[in-house]
């Protein structure tokens, strides 16, 4: 098995180089693409890798940006991302490999009876056939979908051997955000006072994020912070990964905890699906744009995960606000007084305001309704809109 060191550096998120009319400077046989998801098949005599149905010839890999690594040490059911030079969807293309794993770290307290294991002191479960060939204390990769409060959905979990860097890296959904520290997924407590948050994102509870540094007894203290979000679509993305809200009247989804999409008239669904298959834990395959600043699906392919192992308590609430906490540095949150009880809400930075409502004009005696998902005590607020009196 080759070495892997784990560096200190954090994968830099792609963006699209088109106009703002959707077109693209390159030749159309060009265009770029990226497609995210889950390796299922190494082929090493071909150099290629089987990713979403299709082919594709591999021309570099590395993980963290920064180290180049051989196909030999990749195995199926990877999480990847894959940056392509070519609209072929039918014949391999070629293809730059980058490894996203959710998890990296040390391995321990394994139970190969009931597949039981912490990584970085976080207790997981998994298919008990992929802790073969792990032991304590080996470095490990782990692939995995996302939950927000109920652990991880683990994929894969490969051996490799860390270097001398010993730097460890987590993804969670950020919740109890103080100065300096915040609880990252349900219980991983992460010092940020000396981190670098990348491209100087300002951050915010409900935030899903990658982080990197070394832990020091039960807390993770992070040196390198990435907000991951589904922001500056390439021209043609392909992601695949789990549903994790959807509008009442399935116009739009949010996917991977990362972002929002759009369906249209126009989206195809495959294999017979339909719009109101969209669910919360499906597991899809989507291939969408950006159009005028939202993330339009072209193509959608359900892919058949069930939807109660999700973890996410999704909730409406309605009331009346009774105080706001507006600050600059820390999240953004209000209160309101429900039926259940005062509720505090947070403001992140994927909710959407309805009724042409915005951070600012909302204030103490407003009537509200707010969909959340509640994450480690803490409500996310997803989507906001003005109530009347008489509703």
């Not at 994968?11 to 990226?34: I, R, T």
């Not at 990877?78 to 996203?100: G, P």
């Not at 193509?299 to 507006?326: A, N, Q």
Request: glycine share 8%; proline share 1%; with cysteine.
């Amino acid at each position: 098995m080759k070495k892997i060191a784990i560096l200190l550096l954090g994968s830099a998120m792609l963006s699209g180089c088109g106009s703002e009319d959707g077109s693209n400077s390159q030749p159309s046989h060009m265009k770029s693409s990226v497609v995210e998801g889950v390796i299922e098949h190494v082929d090493v005599p071909n150099n290629e890798v089987t990713l979403n149905g299709n082919a594709y010839n591999i021309t570099k890999i590395t993980f963290s940006d920064a180290q180049e690594l051989q196909l030999s040490d990749i195995q199926p059911n990877m999480m990847v991302r894959l940056t392509t030079q070519s609209d072929d969807r039918v014949s391999s293309v070629s293809a730059e490999l980058t490894l996203e794993p959710t998890m990296v770290g040390v391995i321990t307290n394994i139970n190969h009876v009931y597949g039981d294991f912490k990584i970085n002191g976080v207790a997981l479960s998994a298919d008990k056939a992929l802790l073969t060939g792990i032991d304590n204390g080996d470095w490990v990769m782990i692939s995995s979908l996302p939950t927000a409060n109920a652990g991880y959905h683990v994929l894969s979990i490969v051996k490799f051997e860390s270097g001398d860097h010993g730097y460890v890296e987590m993804e969670g959904m950020l919740n109890h955000l103080e100065a300096h520290q915040f609880i990252l997924g349900s219980n991983l407590i992460v010092n940020y006072e000396n981190a670098q948050i990348e491209d100087n994102a300002r951050l915010s509870n409900g935030q899903w994020v990658e982080v990197m540094g070394t832990m020091d007894g039960s807390v993770f203290n992070a040196q390198s912070i990435e907000v991951e979000e589904y922001n500056d679509l390439d021209q043609n993305t392909d992601i695949e990964g789990v549903i994790t809200w959807v509008e009442n009247d399935k116009s739009s989804f949010e996917l991977n905890y990362k972002g929002r999409f759009v369906v249209t008239n126009n989206t195809i669904y495959e294999d017979n699906g339909s719009k109101e298959l969209l669910a919360i834990g499906k597991q899809v395959e989507v291939t969408a744009k950006q159009v005028n600043g939202k993330n339009q699906v072209i193509e959608i392919e359900f892919e058949g995960l069930d939807d109660d192992w999700i973890g996410s308590d999704e909730l409406e609430l309605t009331g009346m606000i009774v105080s706001t906490d507006f600050d600059v540095s820390e999240s953004d949150s209000f209160v309101i007084k429900t039926l259940q009880g005062n509720k505090t809400i947070f403001i992140t930075q994927r909710t959407e305001f309805d009724d042409h409502l915005t951070l600012n004009n909302l204030y103490v005696g407003m009537l509200v309704e707010v969909e959340t998902y509640l994450v480690n005590g803490q409500y996310m607020a997803i989507e906001i809109e003005q109530e009347s009196d008489n509703d």
